[in-house]
């Protein structure tokens, strides 16, 4: 446990550092009110939580700079809701003020509302992503080496696909085939299809379908359209580089590439639980993510959590400001989506 002038320290270092992004020093703890302590004192405090784990000292000056560790304890005892301005209210009531008639306008806007707002990169998963899952699959031969795959998903929606198979598969292996992904793929979201080919499908195909590989490969291609990719929106990519941790752009290159795949943006951005979450640096499993902090919230329809507002950011994040924003606008989405579909 920190004692009380330990956790004003490590408050005090935290909020200093979101704002000047440069390392914070004694001096600069010294001058905030209320503290009445020396700057011997604070050194002494804050050599104490660097062995603790909460600071880290980047350079060889007096001034260090929050941990993971640091971010973490900040966030979970000492952040307090910030209220946000007039001009930040009225740019996120614009959203559901706006005449939109489509679901997917209505996401889009709330991306580039949210990366406007909080000036972070912005990702809003569309609720189709999770309504969408697969009721049955038909594959219509045309000739030898082609043939159409038919996806049905439980609320009726038709997608075709066009599949190149190998030459010579005779309609009994196609029929088997069939029957295997029906039987192992039923009433899967359209976004895990490909993972659940590999998972649970591929075996099955391995000991009763001929050529299988060939066979596997074609259908892999075909649910390549069914991930839903077109639900994921982002805004707001370049504003990274425009934070100082970032503006070296080999630090950022992987991050970059990151930001361009859809599936990766599902996996980080998917809350595997409703409601709020954070993940702060190091807490973050992919590499490209280590210097960096998603806050994530859900938002809900009927009461189910349908879909995923969330910010991406460096570790030194404004938590406060960008949590009141996701709440805010988890709320505000939550309740325009049941309106609209109550009763469907």
């Not at 979101?18 to 011997?40: N, Q, W, Y």
């Not at 005779?170 to 029957?179: D, F, L, T």
């Not at 943006?265 to 210097?291: S, V």
Request: net charge negative.
């Amino acid at each position: 446990m920190l004692s009380d002038r330990q956790r004003f320290i490590l408050s005090a270092i935290v909020d200093n550092y979101i704002r000047s992004a440069e390392p914070v020093g004694s001096r600069t703890i010294s001058k905030r009110e209320g503290l009445g302590i020396s700057s011997a004192t604070i050194r002494n405090e804050m050599a104490d939580l660097e062995e603790l784990g909460y600071l880290e000292q980047p350079h060889t000056s007096a001034g260090r700079v929050p941990s993971t560790k640091g971010y973490r304890f900040y966030v979970d005892n000492l952040l307090k809701p910030q209220n946000l301005t007039n001009e930040e209210l009225s740019k996120l009531k614009q959203i559901f003020a706006d005449r939109i008639t489509h679901v997917e306008q209505l996401i889009e806007h709330t991306a580039a509302i949210l990366s406007q707002v909080t000036n972070y990169t912005a990702v809003v998963l569309g609720p189709e992503i999770f309504e969408h899952r697969l009721k049955h699959i038909q594959i219509v031969p045309l000739n030898e080496q082609q043939a159409v795959a038919i996806i049905v998903t439980h609320t009726g929606r038709v997608e075709n696909t066009l599949l190149e198979l190998p030459a010579g598969v005779p309609p009994s292996e196609m029929e088997k085939m069939v029957n295997i992904l029906n039987s192992k793929l039923h009433d899967v979201p359209l976004w895990q299809l490909r993972q659940r080919l590999y998972s649970e499908v591929a075996s099955e195909m391995r000991r009763h379908v001929e050529p299988y590989e060939e066979m596997l490969l074609a259908i892999e291609n075909a649910f390549k359209n069914e991930q839903q990719t077109d639900r994921v929106f982002l805004h707001g990519r370049a504003k990274i580089i425009n934070q100082p941790e970032f503006r070296d752009v080999e630090k950022v290159k992987d991050l970059f590439e990151l930001l361009e795949q859809n599936d990766q943006l599902l996996q980080l951005f998917n809350n595997q639980e409703a409601g709020l979450m954070i993940r702060i640096g190091q807490e973050n499993t992919m590499e490209a993510m280590k210097n960096c902090s998603i806050v994530t919230t859900s938002y809900y329809l009927d009461g189910k959590p349908v879909g995923t507002v969330g910010i991406l950011g460096p570790t030194r994040l404004e938590y406060g400001k960008v949590i009141t924003v996701l709440n805010y606008l988890a709320v505000a989405l939550s309740r325009i989506l049941t309106e609209r579909f109550e009763g469907r």
